[in-house]
């Protein structure tokens, strides 16, 4: 499995990013896909997650800013960032649970920067 993601860039704060990753190499549906941020001198963290179900779960920072959907028929996912603030900035990946086992992308860089 290979996770292709972009979308990132530079953008000022109050803008807004479209994050989208796509899966290659399955054959099985994908259970669980998400995306993870990691900022300088901090951990990777979990931005939002979406189940096989459409199910969702934010983490409080993103809540009511961001959006996680995914299409299926393209494995892929994405992540609408919307109010962007200068705390968004870090590389971003997508991951994704395929047969019980997790997978990463390569990450994308999104920086909040006037």
């Known amino acids: 499995v290979q996770l292709q993601a972009c979308g990132g860039g530079l953008v000022q704060p109050g803008g807004s990013l479209r994050l989208s990753c796509a899966a290659s190499?399955?054959?099985?549906?994908?259970?669980?896909m998400g995306w993870y941020r990691q900022a300088p001198g901090k951990q990777r963290e979990l931005v939002a997650a979406?189940?096989?179900?459409?199910?969702?779960n934010y983490a409080g920072s993103a809540k009511g800013r961001f959006t996680i959907s995914r299409d299926n028929a393209k494995n892929t996912v994405y992540l609408q960032m919307n109010s962007l603030k200068p705390e968004d900035t870090a590389v971003y990946y997508c991951?994704?649970?395929?047969?019980?086992?997790?997978?990463w992308g390569k990450g994308t860089q999104v920086t909040v920067s006037s």
């Open positions: 979406i189940t096989s179900g459409g199910n969702t």
């Open positions: 190499g399955v054959i099985f549906s994908i259970d669980g």
């Open positions: 991951n994704v649970r395929y047969r019980e086992m997790p997978y």
